[in-house]
């Protein structure tokens, strides 16, 4: 019924860190590219980072690029997005997704409920 299962999120100064999860079921995840996208308060929905099935080929969004890294565990059904260096404008409720193609981040699964992160000092 559910689909992904995001965690990790919370609340974080400034210049601080976190590692969001993604728990998927072996049938979706299996053979997938996976991405992770964020939708900021009464903002749309965005494409922030994408990772092939082996992980040999990786997206990550100019808005993040040099903060962020997006790694999987094919093993444990799981993705992950690294957060570093944090800015208020990071602030949003954060998905995940199998993506169709890596760089157009064109979703193919529902929507999970997403882990909320707020950057504030």
């Known amino acids: 019924q559910v689909q992904y299962v995001e965690s990790g999120g919370g609340l974080v100064q400034p210049g601080g860190s976190l590692r969001l999860s993604c728990a998927a079921s072996?049938?979706?995840?299996?053979?997938?590219?996976m991405g992770w996208f964020r939708q900021p308060p009464g903002k749309e929905r965005e494409f922030v980072a994408g990772i092939s099935w082996s992980g040999g080929s990786k997206y990550l969004a100019d808005s993040v690029l040099g903060r962020f890294t997006i790694s999987r565990d094919n093993a444990k059904n799981t993705l992950y997005l690294t957060m570093n260096n944090l800015k208020p404008e990071d602030t949003a409720v954060y998905y995940c997704n199998a993506v169709n193609r890596l760089l157009a981040g064109d979703v193919l699964d529902a929507w999970g409920q997403g882990t909320l992160v707020t950057v504030s000092s």
């Open positions: 072996g049938s979706i995840f299996s053979g997938r590219s």
